[in-house]
């Protein structure tokens, strides 16, 4: 097997630090954008789409307003993927950073589901 690399990519978002990290650290916020059924419990988190077996996740780490990491279980645990709220100098702007894993060559496609999903993110957050 190919070995994973680190990818990010980065999105401005029209929302302040404290609402964008309310829908990337909770179910509920998870929930609007990300999946269709988010579950928690003791730090694993079960995402579900389209009614098809729950993908779990354990949350490695999140600093409020700053970040959340989480790993897949069925993955290698050195991998993960990440939300970065960063706040421009200049502007002030919130940026939203997202870094996971991927195999080279799925690097462009797994980006355009990230799109994808920040897109629908934007639309909840009204921006």
Same mark, same amino acid.
């Given at each position: 097997?190919? =070995?994973?690399? &680190? #990818?990010?990519? *980065?999105?401005?978002?029209?929302?302040?630090? %404290?609402? &964008?990290?309310? !829908?990337?650290?909770?179910?509920?916020? &998870?929930?609007?954008?990300?999946?269709?059924?988010?579950?928690?419990?003791?730090?694993?988190?079960?995402?579900?789409?389209?009614?098809?077996?729950? *993908?779990?996740?354990?949350?490695?780490?999140?600093?409020?307003? =700053?970040?959340?990491?989480?790993?897949?279980? %069925?993955?290698?645990? =050195?991998? #993960?993927?990440?939300? %970065?709220?960063? $706040? /421009?100098?200049?502007? %002030?702007? $919130?940026?939203?950073?997202?870094? /996971?894993? /991927?195999?080279?060559?799925?690097?462009?496609?797994?980006?355009?589901?990230?799109? #994808?999903?920040?897109? *629908?993110? !934007?639309?909840?957050?009204?921006?």
């Amino acid at each position: 097997m190919a =070995k994973k690399q &680190l #990818y990010s990519i *980065e999105f401005p978002v029209r929302c302040s630090p %404290n609402i &964008l990290y309310n !829908f990337l650290a909770t179910p509920a916020g &998870l929930q609007e954008w990300f999946a269709d059924l988010v579950d928690q419990r003791d730090g694993v988190f079960s995402f579900s789409w389209s009614g098809g077996t729950p *993908e779990k996740a354990k949350l490695i780490s999140s600093e409020e307003n =700053k970040s959340v990491r989480f790993s897949w279980l %069925n993955e290698d645990p =050195k991998e #993960y993927f990440e939300f %970065n709220i960063e $706040t /421009a100098e200049v502007s %002030n702007q $919130t940026i939203l950073m997202i870094s /996971a894993f /991927a195999e080279k060559g799925d690097i462009k496609d797994e980006s355009m589901v990230w799109e #994808y999903q920040v897109k *629908e993110l !934007f639309h909840r957050l009204g921006s």
